[in-house]
């Protein structure tokens, strides 16, 4: 198999501790190919020497420009076993967002997948491309599977490159050991204690069930990528599918006997719900029994979404988790049916993260004081080519610590969980009173007649800002202005209920869930058609 790697905190390192201590296991299948533990570490190996022979080395930037498949994670696992950095490329990008993107990540080579190898000539023809398909494995096949590669580093970096929801992708620089940290809140996630010793941590792992996770969000998405990596490490397998379709999640539940689906909120989880009973309806209902965890992260899955999965699936565990591609898991929490709607989720607080005030100081629990969601200790080192942006984020606080402060809204409750309240960029400030849209496009969305949702403020000459909904209708009704604002009042205060309504289609959200607020708020304004 190759040398045993030192103790460290590396995420290859890791890996391959996890492929000597489980090499049969199965780790990762997709529609065409499936990979055991050693199988994976082979095509990896066969990768990383066709790389190395063109140049790449430590340090290197390869971007990685493909739909999910297994070769998009084989090329994860290849480039930091040289311990170079692998970069996240986001396939809607058109031409002007990738050279961005390109020219930001300085990338010296690049793995694409065939159907958008053209593009990436064509933004960037000096940059040496490697197409999945024949010219890939004709690369693999002329070199060694040898794990023959040299001592790696807990402080290799990996980049993880933001969505830019609310800008241009940002480049998240982490050192390995403070990602592998923040995977799990700074603990080992099966034991809760605090990881010291890299040597043992894959050894402590799952030695008996082997659980079938299926992240359904794009691999250029930070959650999906901590899943394959995460998840390796505890012996864990997995499947992947290319794109997010409600029908084919059911048919892979059934056939893989998948255990946890991982979705990004309401905008996967309303879609699977939909298509689960219409099969149901068609007298094909899919054999789900293997099913009993499902887990949401980065945005909005909203209460009513959750009471509809455990109406069907009683015995099932809903989790909303927190976090950030700069803050890692800020916490974790167990969800049951008919929990009252907050703004955003309330979850147990991790070991490193904390609610400061305006003065960057930590806030006591109960305080009732809404505060900036931080976190300290395991973070970033800053943005990549960005000092300005990193000295805004990456901040000394009152007491010393240096933070993290991505932008979240957040209360620290009396028992010390927290509640995310929403991102401080899309808050509407009227009359004096903040409002944060994740609240009300919950209340919104358990309205029977509203689909999905998004809110967003708009100029008004009395209040500074007026609180606006964009809402795609369910299925054969016409939601009203008056109904909806009756049905709000029941669990928002009426300052945050909405007092206009523009009804969309579709609501615009990018490949891993995210709502587009500017295309919201121009929508709104009326400068761009319903």
């Known amino acids: 198999m190759g040398r045993m790697p030192a ?9 391959e501790q996890a492929v000597d201590e489980w090499p049969d296991r199965p780790y990762l299948a997709d529609e065409r190919a499936r990979r055991t533990y050693a199988e994976m570490d082979r095509r990896a190996n066969r990768l990383a020497h066709h790389l190395a022979s063109t140049g790449i080395g430590p340090g290197d930037r390869v971007g990685i420009y493909a739909l999910n498949r297994v070769e998009w994670v084989e090329a994860l696992w290849a480039v930091f076993k040289l311990r170079a950095v692998w970069i996240n490329i986001n396939y809607r990008y058109v031409e002007d967002e990738l050279r961005y993107l390109f020219d930001q990540a300085g990338l010296r080579a690049l793995i694409v997948e065939e159907q958008y190898a053209e593009r990436a000539a064509a933004v960037a023809p000096e940059v040496p491309r490697l197409v999945f398909g024949a010219e890939y494995e004709a690369a693999l096949a002329a070199q060694s599977d040898d794990r023959d590669f040299g001592p790696r580093s807990g402080d290799d970096h990996y980049i993880l490159f933001t969505g830019g929801t609310t800008g241009m992708p940002k480049g998240v620089v982490w050192r390995h050991e403070d990602v ?36 359904l969000p794009p691999l250029m998405h930070g959650a999906s990528q901590w899943s394959v990596m995460g998840q390796a490490f505890i012996g864990g397998s ?29 905008a996967m989880a309303r879609p699977l719900l939909d298509t689960y009973d219409e099969l149901v309806a068609g007298g094909r209902p899919p054999d789900a029994s293997s099913l009993f965890f499902v887990g949401s992260s980065a945005v909005l899955f909203s209460q009513h979404a959750k009471d509809r999965f455990l109406d069907r699936f009683p015995n099932l565990i809903i989790s909303d988790s927190v976090g950030s591609s700069e803050g890692g898991a800020n916490g974790f929490s167990v969800i049951g049916k008919g929990t009252a709607m907050k703004g955003g989720p309330t979850v147990k607080a991790a070991p490193q993260s904390v609610v400061l005030d305006d003065q960057l100081r930590p806030l006591p629990p109960g305080s009732g004081v809404v505060g900036r969601l931080a976190r300290f200790g395991n973070i970033p080192v800053g943005y990549l080519n960005d000092p300005e942006k990193t000295a805004e984020v990456f901040v000394t606080g009152a007491d010393g610590r240096r933070y993290v402060i991505p932008g979240d809204h957040a209360m620290l409750e009396a028992d010390g969980s927290i509640t995310l309240l929403g991102r401080g960029s899309v808050s509407i400030n009227s009359g004096g009173e903040k409002i944060f849209p994740e609240e009300v ?10 689909y999905d949702a998004v809110v967003v403020g708009v100029p008004d000459d009395r209040w500074g800002q007026r609180v606006v909904a964009v809402i795609a209708a369910a299925p054969g009704t016409q939601p009203e202005l008056g109904d909806v604002q009756t049905h709000c009042r029941q669990h928002i205060a009426g300052y945050k209920v909405p007092r206009a309504l523009v009804v969309v289609d579709e609501i615009l959200r990018s490949p891993a869930g995210k709502l587009d607020y500017r295309w919201a708020k121009r929508v709104a304004m009326g400068e761009e058609p319903a």
């Open 238 to 266: 997995m499947v992947l599918r290319a794109r997010f379709d409600p029908a084919e999640v059911w048919r892979t539940v059934e056939a893989e006997r998948v255990n946890s689906l991982f979705i990004t909120g309401d």
């Open 441 to 450: 496009e919950n209340a919104l969305k358990s309205h029977p007649g509203v």
């Open 180 to 215: 592998v940290m923040a995977l799990g809140g700074g603990v080992d996630i099966r034991t809760g204690e605090i990881l010291d010793d890299p040597s043992g941590f894959v050894a402590k792992g799952n030695a008996g069930f082997t659980m079938v996770s299926f992240p």
């Open 7 to 15: 103790a460290t905190f590396n995420i290859a390192d890791l890996f």
